[in-house]
Every structure is written in structure tokens, then in C-alpha cells.
């Protein structure tokens, strides 16, 4: 079975706080994308990696930073926390166009 | 800009009905689409694929149909039960400045009443 998993279930950071959320899957998947998912929103791409050390922009990158430094791993950085970050974070990995997997998410707050 | 429209946004049924749940979308050059499931607060569970050369996909009680030309999917379930409540996206991926991003539904929160 295709693991995905991600560091924390739930966060509480402050305002200003760096904040680093990490994901990893165990079936050597070339992609890896990270997504917030907020309620009539829906799920909204802010990073996705097609190979280590590579990345591209999602629809809403501004405020975060990525980095893929091993096949298996895929960090989002939230530089500066603000309270218009709390949301839902959601982690998935894919081979090529294949079915996507997603990590449990990552709940996380910011005061 | 491929769009994706799930409607209802929000579906309660008697157990034992059968349902049917729908999405659209703008642009039809698309890969493949992908339903999922997603139970409050969890990630989402991959429920089928189905690539852009085919027109339907099976498992279980669930039967999703693509029909590209009209831009439209549906998630057909079977005797429906109360196991089956959670909130049901579709997503679709296609060709974007040539590498592979998902579009999703903003999806259909089905309620399935013992």
C-alpha cells in the first residue's frame, strides 16, 4: 500500500513564526505536490515538484517556499506565519498522470 | 482556465437509494479525471481514475462515467449506506505550461441517512 505521510497532524504557531511541514511517501513517486484546502474554496495548489530539487508555482504560491532535497520528501516553509495561512494543508504524490495520494493533512493554526 | 463545478454541494438521502453525483468541467483536453472521497477532517481516498480514452470505470457499488466531449462526469453509487457519508471531489488533469497540474471540484457533501 502507497504511504503518505505527513509530521503533524495538528500545529498552533504565532504570527510571524517560520513554520516547516513535511511530507513523505514510500513508493518512489517522481511528484509531489502540496495543496491548502480551505471550506468553498476547495483544494488550491501551492507547490508542486516533478524531481528532486525541482519545483514549479502553483495557483497560490505567495508567502510559501518548498524543498525537495531527496526523491521521497517534500517540505513546505511557511517563512513568515500570518493568520490568513490557517488552513488545512494536504500533501500527495503521484508517478507521471497516474492516481494522486494523499497524506492525512496537517491542520494548522496561526494566532 | 479549466474550471471545475460539482453540483449539489450538499446531498442527503435514505439508505438503500441510488445516486448519482455530477461534475462538470470547462475544457475538455484533459489526461484523466479522479474521484475521491474524503471523510471530515482526513485526507483524501482515491475512489477511481478513469484516463481520458475511456468511458467508464468500476468498483464495488461505485461507477464513475466520462463523457469529455460534454465535459461532464458522473459518480453513479449503489445502494447507498450510511458508511458512505463524507464529501466526494472530483478532480481533473490536463496539459498546463506542459507539466500536470490537478483542477478539483470544490465537491458534493453526501449525508446517507440509517
Known amino acids: 500500500d502507497v504511504k503518505v505521510t505527513q509530521s503533524s497532524r495538528y500545529l498552533v504557531k504565532r504570527t510571524g513564526e517560520k513554520v516547516f511541514l513535511e511530507c513523505v511517501q514510500d513508493?518512489?513517486?517522481?511528484?509531489m505536490f502540496w495543496y491548502r484546502q480551505d471550506p468553498g474554496l476547495g483544494l488550491r495548489l501551492i507547490y508542486f515538484?516533478?524531481?528532486?530539487?525541482?519545483?514549479e508555482k502553483g495557483d497560490i504560491p505567495e508567502g510559501y517556499s518548498v524543498s525537495r532535497e531527496k526523491k521521497e520528501r517534500f517540505s513546505l516553509i511557511l517563512e513568515s506565519a500570518s493568520t490568513n495561512q490557517t488552513s488545512m494543508y494536504l500533501c500527495?504524490?503521484?508517478?507521471?498522470?497516474?492516481?494522486?495520494?494523499f497524506g492525512p493533512g496537517t491542520r494548522l493554526t496561526v494566532l | 482556465k479549466q474550471e471545475v463545478t460539482q453540483i449539489p454541494a450538499a446531498l442527503s438521502v435514505p439508505e438503500g437509494e441510488n445516486l448519482v453525483l455530477n461534475c462538470s468541467f470547462t475544457?475538455?483536453?484533459?489526461?484523466?479525471l479522479q474521484w475521491f472521497r474524503q471523510d471530515p477532517g482526513k485526507g483524501l481516498t482515491s475512489l477511481l481514475l478513469?484516463?481520458?480514452?475511456?468511458r467508464e470505470q468500476t468498483s464495488g457499488r461505485l461507477n464513475a462515467s466520462l463523457d469529455k466531449s460534454s465535459g461532464r462526469s458522473t459518480l453513479y453509487i449503489a445502494a447507498s449506506q450510511p458508511g458512505d457519508s463524507a464529501t466526494y471531489l472530483c478532480?481533473?488533469?490536463?496539459?498546463?505550461?506542459?507539466?500536470?497540474?490537478?483542477?478539483f471540484g470544490t465537491g458534493t457533501r453526501l449525508k446517507v441517512l440509517a
Open positions: 500527495a504524490s503521484s508517478w507521471g498522470a497516474d492516481t494522486q495520494y
Open positions: 513508493m518512489d513517486h517522481e511528484n
Open positions: 515538484s516533478y524531481d528532486v530539487k525541482m519545483k
Open positions: 475544457d475538455s483536453a484533459i489526461y484523466n
Open positions: 478513469i484516463q481520458s480514452s475511456q
Open positions: 478532480a481533473v488533469l490536463g496539459p498546463l505550461s506542459g507539466t500536470y497540474k490537478y483542477i
